[in-house]
């Protein structure tokens, strides 16, 4: 048993490696994987090493590319005037479901967070000036609506101010379909103060 504890436990202190995933998942993770039917391991080892084979990171634009091809969210079919910055990869997949944009990307590699020990170094900033350019006219900060999320876009903000492109930022506020009874006070604010005139 001794044996067996010891592989589980290896495999436990993978699992806690991911974002999210504290000691206790960790284990029910683990152990519905030796419970499983061993094709569920076998596909998992095989999706893990498919993305460590093939998958890349893009040092310069923080994009998901496969080895050794750029990024389709990069090429010469984009619209090079608009630059949308974003937090995450994940964020670019949830604007690119929307079919709304059809710019470029940079992802920053998460936001500035002194309580995480997360500085602007931490982040891709220099490498997202190294991209500003004569082409490039506006760039849209899509970090999230959080503290942190605010802090990135007024650093953002700064940074850009006198780089000759135009600055704009998402929208935040009320969701769509939604009644104003039912929504919270900080959402209602937010919605006023980023208000859209229409004359």
Do not use: Q, W
């Amino acid at each position: 048993m001794a044996s067996a504890s010891k592989y589980i436990e290896t495999l436990i202190d993978s699992l806690t490696k991911f974002p999210g995933v504290g000691r206790k998942g960790a284990e029910r993770i683990a152990y519905f994987i030796v419970k499983s039917e061993k094709s569920l391991g076998k596909n998992l080892i095989n999706a893990l090493t498919d993305v460590a084979e093939n998958i890349d990171i893009c040092p310069d634009t923080g994009m998901i590319l496969l080895k050794g091809e750029e990024s389709i969210l990069n090429n010469d079919s984009r619209n090079s005037e608009i630059l949308c910055v974003v937090e995450n990869m994940e964020d670019v997949i949830k604007i690119e479901n929307t079919n709304s944009f059809d710019g470029l990307y940079h992802v920053l590699g998460g936001s500035i967070s002194p309580l995480d020990g997360i500085g602007p170094s931490d982040l891709s900033f220099d490498k997202l000036l190294n991209r500003i350019n004569p082409d490039l006219k506006e760039v849209i900060i899509a970090t999230n609506p959080s503290t942190s999320g605010n802090a990135t876009a007024l650093y953002l903000e700064k940074i850009l101010k006198d780089k000759g492109v135009e600055i704009s930022r998402l929208a935040v506020g009320l969701p769509v379909g939604s009644n104003l009874e039912y929504i919270d006070d900080k959402t209602i604010s937010t919605a006023i103060s980023g208000r859209v005139k229409l004359n």
